[in-house]
Antibody, heavy 115, light 107 residues
Framework: EVQLVESGGGLVQPGGSLRLSCAAS????????MNWVRQAPGKGLEWVSY????????HYADSVKGRFTMSRDIAKNSLYLQMNSLRPEDTAVYYC????????WGQGTLVTVSS | SYALTQPPSVSVSPGQTASITCSGD??????ACWYQQKAGQSPVLVIY???KRPSGIPERFSGSNSGNTATLTISGTQAMDEADYYC??????????FGGGTKLTVL
């Protein structure tokens, strides 16, 4: 069974940092592209970042470029999102999703940026 | 930047056909996906590559994509189909784009 489990969310002050993790299981993680997608409270889905299966290609939404860094660890079957210089508008549930078509999603982890 | 536009809401009577549109410049030249999100839950893929249904998705869900518009069609809509629906496409070689979402009400 494919499973994606996000962790690392929480309350952080503006300007602070958080590192999100996504633990993958039930499929061959190393052959899949992955995405981070977020959803602000009461709002729609917003794509955040993409990483190729090899990890050599990474893309970011303009809203997070230069502040967020996506990475993956094949040995640990894990995906990461390092978030720096956080802003109140980054408050959202963050999901990891598998593949270009996002065929599987995790349950999400809530990030709240507030003083 | 590339944008996808959806109607904010669509209403349908039980048993009728619901159509949700997604518009974007030359969207028909890209692959479109559709996701269903029920309240408090994670999104679920219901259509990919314009017309394909993942395993486990009922046959009443279908998709099309041509010109500037992709359409999600739900035939014989059931109360359980009430949810938010989002379209998605790759706006360029480097960015994924989601539509703003459509709230489907079955009444």
């Amino acid at each position: 069974e494919v499973q994606l489990v996000e962790s690392g969310g929480g309350l952080v002050q503006p300007g602070g940092s958080l590192r999100l993790s996504c633990a993958a299981s039930g499929f061959t993680f190393r052959v899949y592209e992955m995405n981070w997608v977020r959803q602000a409270p009461g709002k729609g889905l917003e794509w955040v970042s993409y990483i190729s299966s090899s990890g050599n290609t990474i893309h970011y939404a303009d809203s997070v470029k230069g502040r967020f860094t996506m990475s993956r660890d094949i040995a640990k079957n894990s995906l990461y999102l390092q978030m720096n210089s956080l802003r109140p508008e980054d408050t959202a549930v963050y999901y990891c999703a598998r593949g270009q078509i996002c065929d599987y999603w995790g349950q999400g982890t809530l990030v709240t940026v507030s003083s | 930047s590339y944008a996808l536009t959806q109607p904010p809401s669509v209403s349908v009577s039980p048993g009728q056909t619901a159509s949700i549109t997604c518009s974007g410049d030359e969207l028909g030249d890209k692959y479109a996906c559709w996701y269903q999100q029920k309240a408090g839950q994670s999104p679920v893929l219901v259509i990919y590559h314009d017309t394909k249904r993942p395993s486990g998705i009922p046959e009443r869900f279908s998709g099309s994509n041509s010109g500037n518009t992709a359409t999600l069609t739900i035939s014989g809509t059931q109360a359980m189909d009430e949810a938010d629906y989002y379209c998605q496409a790759w706006g360029s070689s480097t960015a994924v784009v989601f539509g703003g979402g459509t709230k489907l009400t079955v009444l």
